[in-house]
């Protein structure tokens, strides 16, 4: 797999806007319709909680579920598309410029799952996260999606089981999506530090809005 040219601390270059997401906290970026977006881990083996919303209308978002009845797969490679919950396309799935594991089968987590495992008191959640973010861009209100689990190592077994494996994206990893729809893109750094997802503990990770012009195969 051919690493990108363009690393963290590197010229800018074709980069429109960059954000960066602290380890245990979200972000939210708007997107265009055409515009390419690169997220990258960081500082590596950190799982990243993406969300999409229509920007004029945010009771439509990409949806993991109807993603998988469009594609028949668990999750789209490269060059398809994840749809929205009223299966129209909304992001295209450019560049993976990691080891390639990600899932679409794990609900973001929320107070609740850390209640379930033990805490005792506040912790931090990718719910929260998602919610802080897109109430900030005046939505109180929202469904909170299924999201894409970027850089997420769920490997499922042959019975159905499946285990929680430590992320294996090295530092500078990324993968690279491009809006089909204007999109509130909602990014979080996973807070999860119960079981070994984000190995050692959670990190950072950094969006990346590009021009049009950079998405693969556009002149």
Known sequence: MTKSSERPGGPPGDVLERVVVPAREGRAIQ?????????????GSQVGDLFAFVADDVAEYASAEHTRVALSR???????????????SILRFEE??????????????????????GVVGWHASCEENLRRAMAGLGHAQIEV???????????????????WEPAPSAPGDSV?????LDVLLVLSACPQDLN??????????????????NVIGAS
């Open 31 to 43: 997107v265009g319709a055409g515009e390419a977006v690169r997220i990258i881990d960081l500082e």
């Open 74 to 88: 668990l999750f789209p490679r490269v060059g398809e598309t994840f749809v929205t919950n009223r299966r129209r």
């Open 96 to 117: 993976d410029d990691s080891p390639g594991h990600h899932d679409m089968l794990c609900a973001a987590c929320d107070p609740t799952r850390y209640a379930t495992l």
């Open 145 to 163: 999606p299924q999201p894409i689990n970027l850089f997420m190592h769920i490997p499922v077994a042959a019975d159905g089981t499946f285990g």
């Open 176 to 180: 690279t999506l491009r809006a089909e």
């Open 196 to 213: 070994s997802i984000n190995g050692p503990g959670p990190t950072s990770l950094a969006i990346e809005r590009l021009g049009i012009r």
